[in-house]
């Protein structure tokens, strides 16, 4: 779902091995929060590598509309003049997070540390997401939000409030929540700590760290006071893992396929969907493993090789929450039963995931059913091939990119309806797509 008034379809039509070498955008969750950090620092942060994306494009607009300059001095490279921790002024409008729950929900936590009041709006697939995970531990900290009924956005945040810190147990594992609580801890009398059921990506406590703000953070826990200063640094973000997952899979499926990814962000809290494949048979090797700006990054080669199916543990799901689309693919092609428990938080992401997977494979022919959590999927019936047809991504930036891979062994083509949102996470999608041996256009959205 999105509001975008142009609509795009791609044909995506079985295509040769892949072959070469890739590099994907910069990680969308690193590049969000290097914004967000640099704003509130004080002295100018150079990003390199940042990702050019409709999402972190609207997280430093509406940095720019609350009085921060931003310069962008070559395509994926910004300077954030930072305004310092009370710096920011009041944009006076709505300020527009896009289609991204990871702009509006980490803004939430940093506004309601503010001397003024904002609102915070979304696209039609944000103003559906769920709130209230991000507004209750907030209000328990001393904050003024309203949101409209059921918890939705927009969001009306009160300034001038005074925040005190909580100890705060999530009760569903999410980074963005985290976050916010975090963000908001910095401008907290006393000590925020945030407890979690799984532990989940922790860009937001690193970062913080590597700006000088002291955070104590183990799996599962992170804890800070407020009354510090952050200080401007540089920061070099990885490739996003979440980008390459589609190349992995379409490697993994496409006979005698073999691609080498680049620089891809290795944060153990990103990686399951590695170990995921590797369980079902996949063979890649990580090479050249490094660090940039305190993320382990690695080239991650992967060669074709048949996959079976598996039964994926529950607490590997947060670690690849957003890979999951791509696996339900991967799920597709292999021989047997594979069965997804735990996902769950796939129905309130930029779409209803479960849902958009199994009615988009079910279309092609896969045998798979739904359940309240995940999935259950009988893979590889036609030697591992799947129908060509017609899926709608529903706007949904990963359900698209996961068809166009999936597309890559169907028996036909696959018209893929409503992509635009592909801009949001992964711009030049069919270009680096098609450099690398998929076929995918754009298509006639009449036809
Ligand atoms: C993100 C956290 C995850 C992820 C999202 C980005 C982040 O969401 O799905 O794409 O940058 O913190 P949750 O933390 O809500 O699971």
Redesign the pocket.
């Known amino acids: 779902m999105n509001d975008r008034s142009v609509r795009e379809d791609w044909l995506a039509t079985p295509g040769a091995a892949l072959a070469g070498e890739v590099r994907v955008p910069g990680d ?2 690193v590049s ?2 290097a914004v967000m950090l640099g704003a509130l620092a004080e002295g100018s942060t150079h990003v390199r590598g940042f990702l050019e994306g409709e999402d972190t494009r609207a997280t430093a607009r509406v940095f720019e509309q609350l009085g921060v300059r931003i310069d962008t001095p070559s395509p994926s490279e910004r300077v954030v003049h930072g305004a310092g921790l009370h710096g920011l002024r009041g944009a006076g409008r709505a300020l527009d997070c896009g289609n991204a ?2 702009g509006m ?2 803004l939430a936590g940093v506004l309601a540390g503010q001397g003024f009041d904002s609102v915070l709006i979304g696209d039609a697939s944000l103003s559906s997401r769920p709130m209230r995970r991000v507004i209750d531990p907030l209000i328990a900290m001393g904050a003024d939000i309203q949101a409209a009924p059921g918890g939705l956005p927009p969001l009306r945040i009160g300034g001038g409030r005074t925040l005190h810190g909580i100890d705060y147990a999530l009760p ?8 916010a609580l975090l963000l908001a801890g910095l401008y907290a009398r006393g000590e925020t700590v945030v407890r979690e059921p799984h532990p ?2 922790d ?2 406590e690193r970062m913080l760290a590597a700006f000088g703000w002291p955070v104590d953070f183990a799996p599962g826990i992170a804890r800070l006071h407020g009354g510090h200063c952050l200080r401007a640094t540089e920061i070099e973000v990885p490739a996003d893992f ?1 980008s390459a997952a589609f190349f992995l899979v379409a490697a993994c499926i496409v006979p005698d396929s073999e691609l080498l990814l680049e620089a891809v962000g290795m944060n153990p809290r990103r990686t399951g969907l590695l170990h995921a494949l590797r369980a079902m048979g996949a063979d890649i090797g990580e090479e050249n493993l490094r660090e940039h700006g305190g993320e382990p990054v690695a080239d991650l080669r992967v060669r074709y090789a048949p996959l079976h199916g598996i039964d994926l543990p529950a607490a590997l799901v ?1 670690d690849m ?2 890979e999951l689309p791509a696996l339900f693919v991967a799920a597709a092609c292999a021989r047997g039963r594979t069965v997804i428990r735990g996902a769950a ?1 796939l129905r309130v ?1 930029e779409s209803d995931r479960i849902a958009g997977m199994a009615t988009g494979l079910r279309a092609l022919g896969v045998a798979i059913e739904e359940t309240p959590d995940g999935a259950i999927i009988d893979g590889g019936r036609i030697g591992g091939r799947i129908g060509g047809g017609e899926v709608d991504s529903r706007g949904d930036h990963r359900i698209a990119m996961s068809f166009a891979v999936a597309a890559q062994v169907a028996s036909g083509a696959v018209r893929v309806r409503d992509v635009a949102n592909v801009a949001t996470s992964f711009p030049g999608f069919v270009s680096t797509a098609t450099a690398a041996g998929l076929a995918v256009a754009a298509a006639d959205t009449n036809a």
């Not at 569903?172 to 976050?179: F, M």
């Open positions: 969308k969750s969000h929060r729950g990871t929900r980490l569903v594992a999410s980074a963005q929540v985290k976050s989940t990506r860009y937001t979440s947060p929450i957003d938080e992401k």
